[in-house]
């Protein structure tokens, strides 16, 4: 079962929050124009009535338009909400990857940069890893394509679980999947990248009644002051081919 998108994250959050503010504010400043302009009109084309007659007037003229405004305002709210959900849509469908369910390389670049370029917490790290599926390509050999793109639905699942809730996991391309979280230290790093390999190497699962278990290799990189985004993605990606060249389902730290 692919694993939802996540709705939450900080851009959508930020376009819902944009969104309600300019409805509400559309509602009210809608709501209080036409209120003044009918009990002007109201008042003014009245003038040969008596006092009675022109309050008379006024209040129907007021419910009226509160009920027409209201409706024209709802039905324009709900117009508007349709949009957004199809904006959304568009924006999940270009920042996630349609697999897994994960962010996508697009959203790896433009929210690992962001997250970069923030101020970690006092006592942290940003770090990045790197994580290939072993033998990958036996898999569609011996199993078939689909059964690849279970096993990658699979790890993607796997990942999500065993890692912290504020780390940004994402599918970059093939079987190679990144992790950018924060840690302590490099021994902090490194008891996540072991703990991802075993999760990896224990979760097996069954496809059509055939058994399928796979293996992680991962590349390890901990950011520096003024490190980007691509500095540190090339430093684990050749920590992850030293780890593959070094025998697979492994880990190993960028020097």
């Known amino acids: 079962m692919t694993p939802a998108p996540p709705e939450d994250n900080s851009v959508i959050d930020s376009i819902r929050q944009i969104f309600w503010a300019q409805q509400i504010r559309f509602v009210v400043l809608g709501m209080l124009g036409a209120l003044v302009a009918s009990t002007l009109a109201a008042w003014f084309t009245t003038a040969d009535l008596t006092l009675h007659g022109r309050v008379h007037t ?9 009920t027409v405004a209201a409706c024209l305002l709802g039905y324009s709210v709900r117009l508007n909400v349709r949009y957004l959900r199809l904006h959304l849509q568009t ?3 270009a920042y996630s990857d349609t697999l897994t369910g994960l962010a996508n390389r697009r ?13 970690s917490q006092a006592g942290h790290h940003a770090a990045l890893l790197v994580v290939d599926i072993d033998w990958f390509k036996r898999v569609n050999d011996m199993h078939g394509h689909e059964a690849g793109d279970e096993t990658l639905v699979h790890i993607a699942q796997t990942l999500l679980h065993a890692t912290p ?14 992790i950018l979280t924060d840690v302590t230290d490099t021994e902090h790093l490194e008891q996540l990248a072991g703990a991802l390999c075993k999760s990896a190497e224990a979760a097996s699962f069954y496809y059509r009644g055939e058994r399928i278990s796979v293996t992680v290799s991962i590349g390890l990189s901990l950011a520096t002051p003024g490190d980007t985004l691509s500095a540190l993605l090339s430093r684990a990606d050749k920590a992850l081919y030293d780890a593959k060249r070094h025998g697979r389902n492994q880990f190993l730290l960028a020097a």
């Open 91 to 93: 924006q999940l469908a």
């Open 58 to 66: 006024l209040v129907v003229s007021v419910v009226l338009t509160c």
């Open 165 to 178: 809730a504020n780390a940004l996991v994402s599918r970059i391309g093939g079987e190679e999947f990144t």
């Open 107 to 119: 959203a790896f670049l433009s929210e690992g940069e962001l997250r970069l370029a923030q101020p």
